[in-house]
């Protein structure tokens, strides 16, 4: 069964010295519509899944700098990957060395100007962090970001 992406993309402008112009962007999936009732709302969620099993894992490049706002990551997805659905960003402390140190090492809350991105071959995103969600990386001298969607803190 196939699923066909879609975009919508609101541009909006200044009117009567009111309101900030910008963008805003939402992706959609659908599915094979003949699939009626409560069914079909399940299978939609049911394919997505089953996507995601089947799907060649996507690696993105990314670069993140200090600004005096914040973080600012540049996400991008090669030319030649597949796309990328539900990117995600995690602020976390140093990731462990050994399997026995799992756990969760993500700095909650984590303020992000967007997350879960779909992003299409070759398109580049920006994501900013605000400066109220990384006091900890201020006080720490070593950061990094990673393929995997991961700030790390070292």
């Known amino acids: 069964q196939d699923i066909i992406l879609y975009r919508l993309v609101l541009s909006y402008t200044q009117r009567g010295g009111l309101g900030t112009p910008g963008t805003a962007e939402n992706t959609y999936y659908l599915t094979d519509p003949s699939i009626a009732g409560d069914d079909h709302a399940q299978s939609c969620f049911a394919l997505l899944g089953a996507m995601r099993e089947e799907a060649q894992r996507v690696y993105l490049e990314s670069r993140c700098q200090m600004s005096s706002s914040g973080i600012e990551c540049t996400l991008q997805n090669a030319p030649n990957n ?24 993500r700095i909650l809350p984590t303020l992000l100007s967007d997350n879960y991105l779909t992003m299409l071959p070759g398109e580049t995103s920006q994501v900013h962090l605000p400066m109220e969600s990384i006091e900890l990386v201020e006080q720490s001298t070593q950061w990094s970001c990673s393929p995997d969607g991961f700030i790390e803190i070292l």
């Open 82 to 105: 597949s796309v990328a659905v539900m990117v995600k960003l995690a602020l976390v402390k140093s990731l462990p060395e050994s399997p026995s140190e799992e756990g969760d090492h």
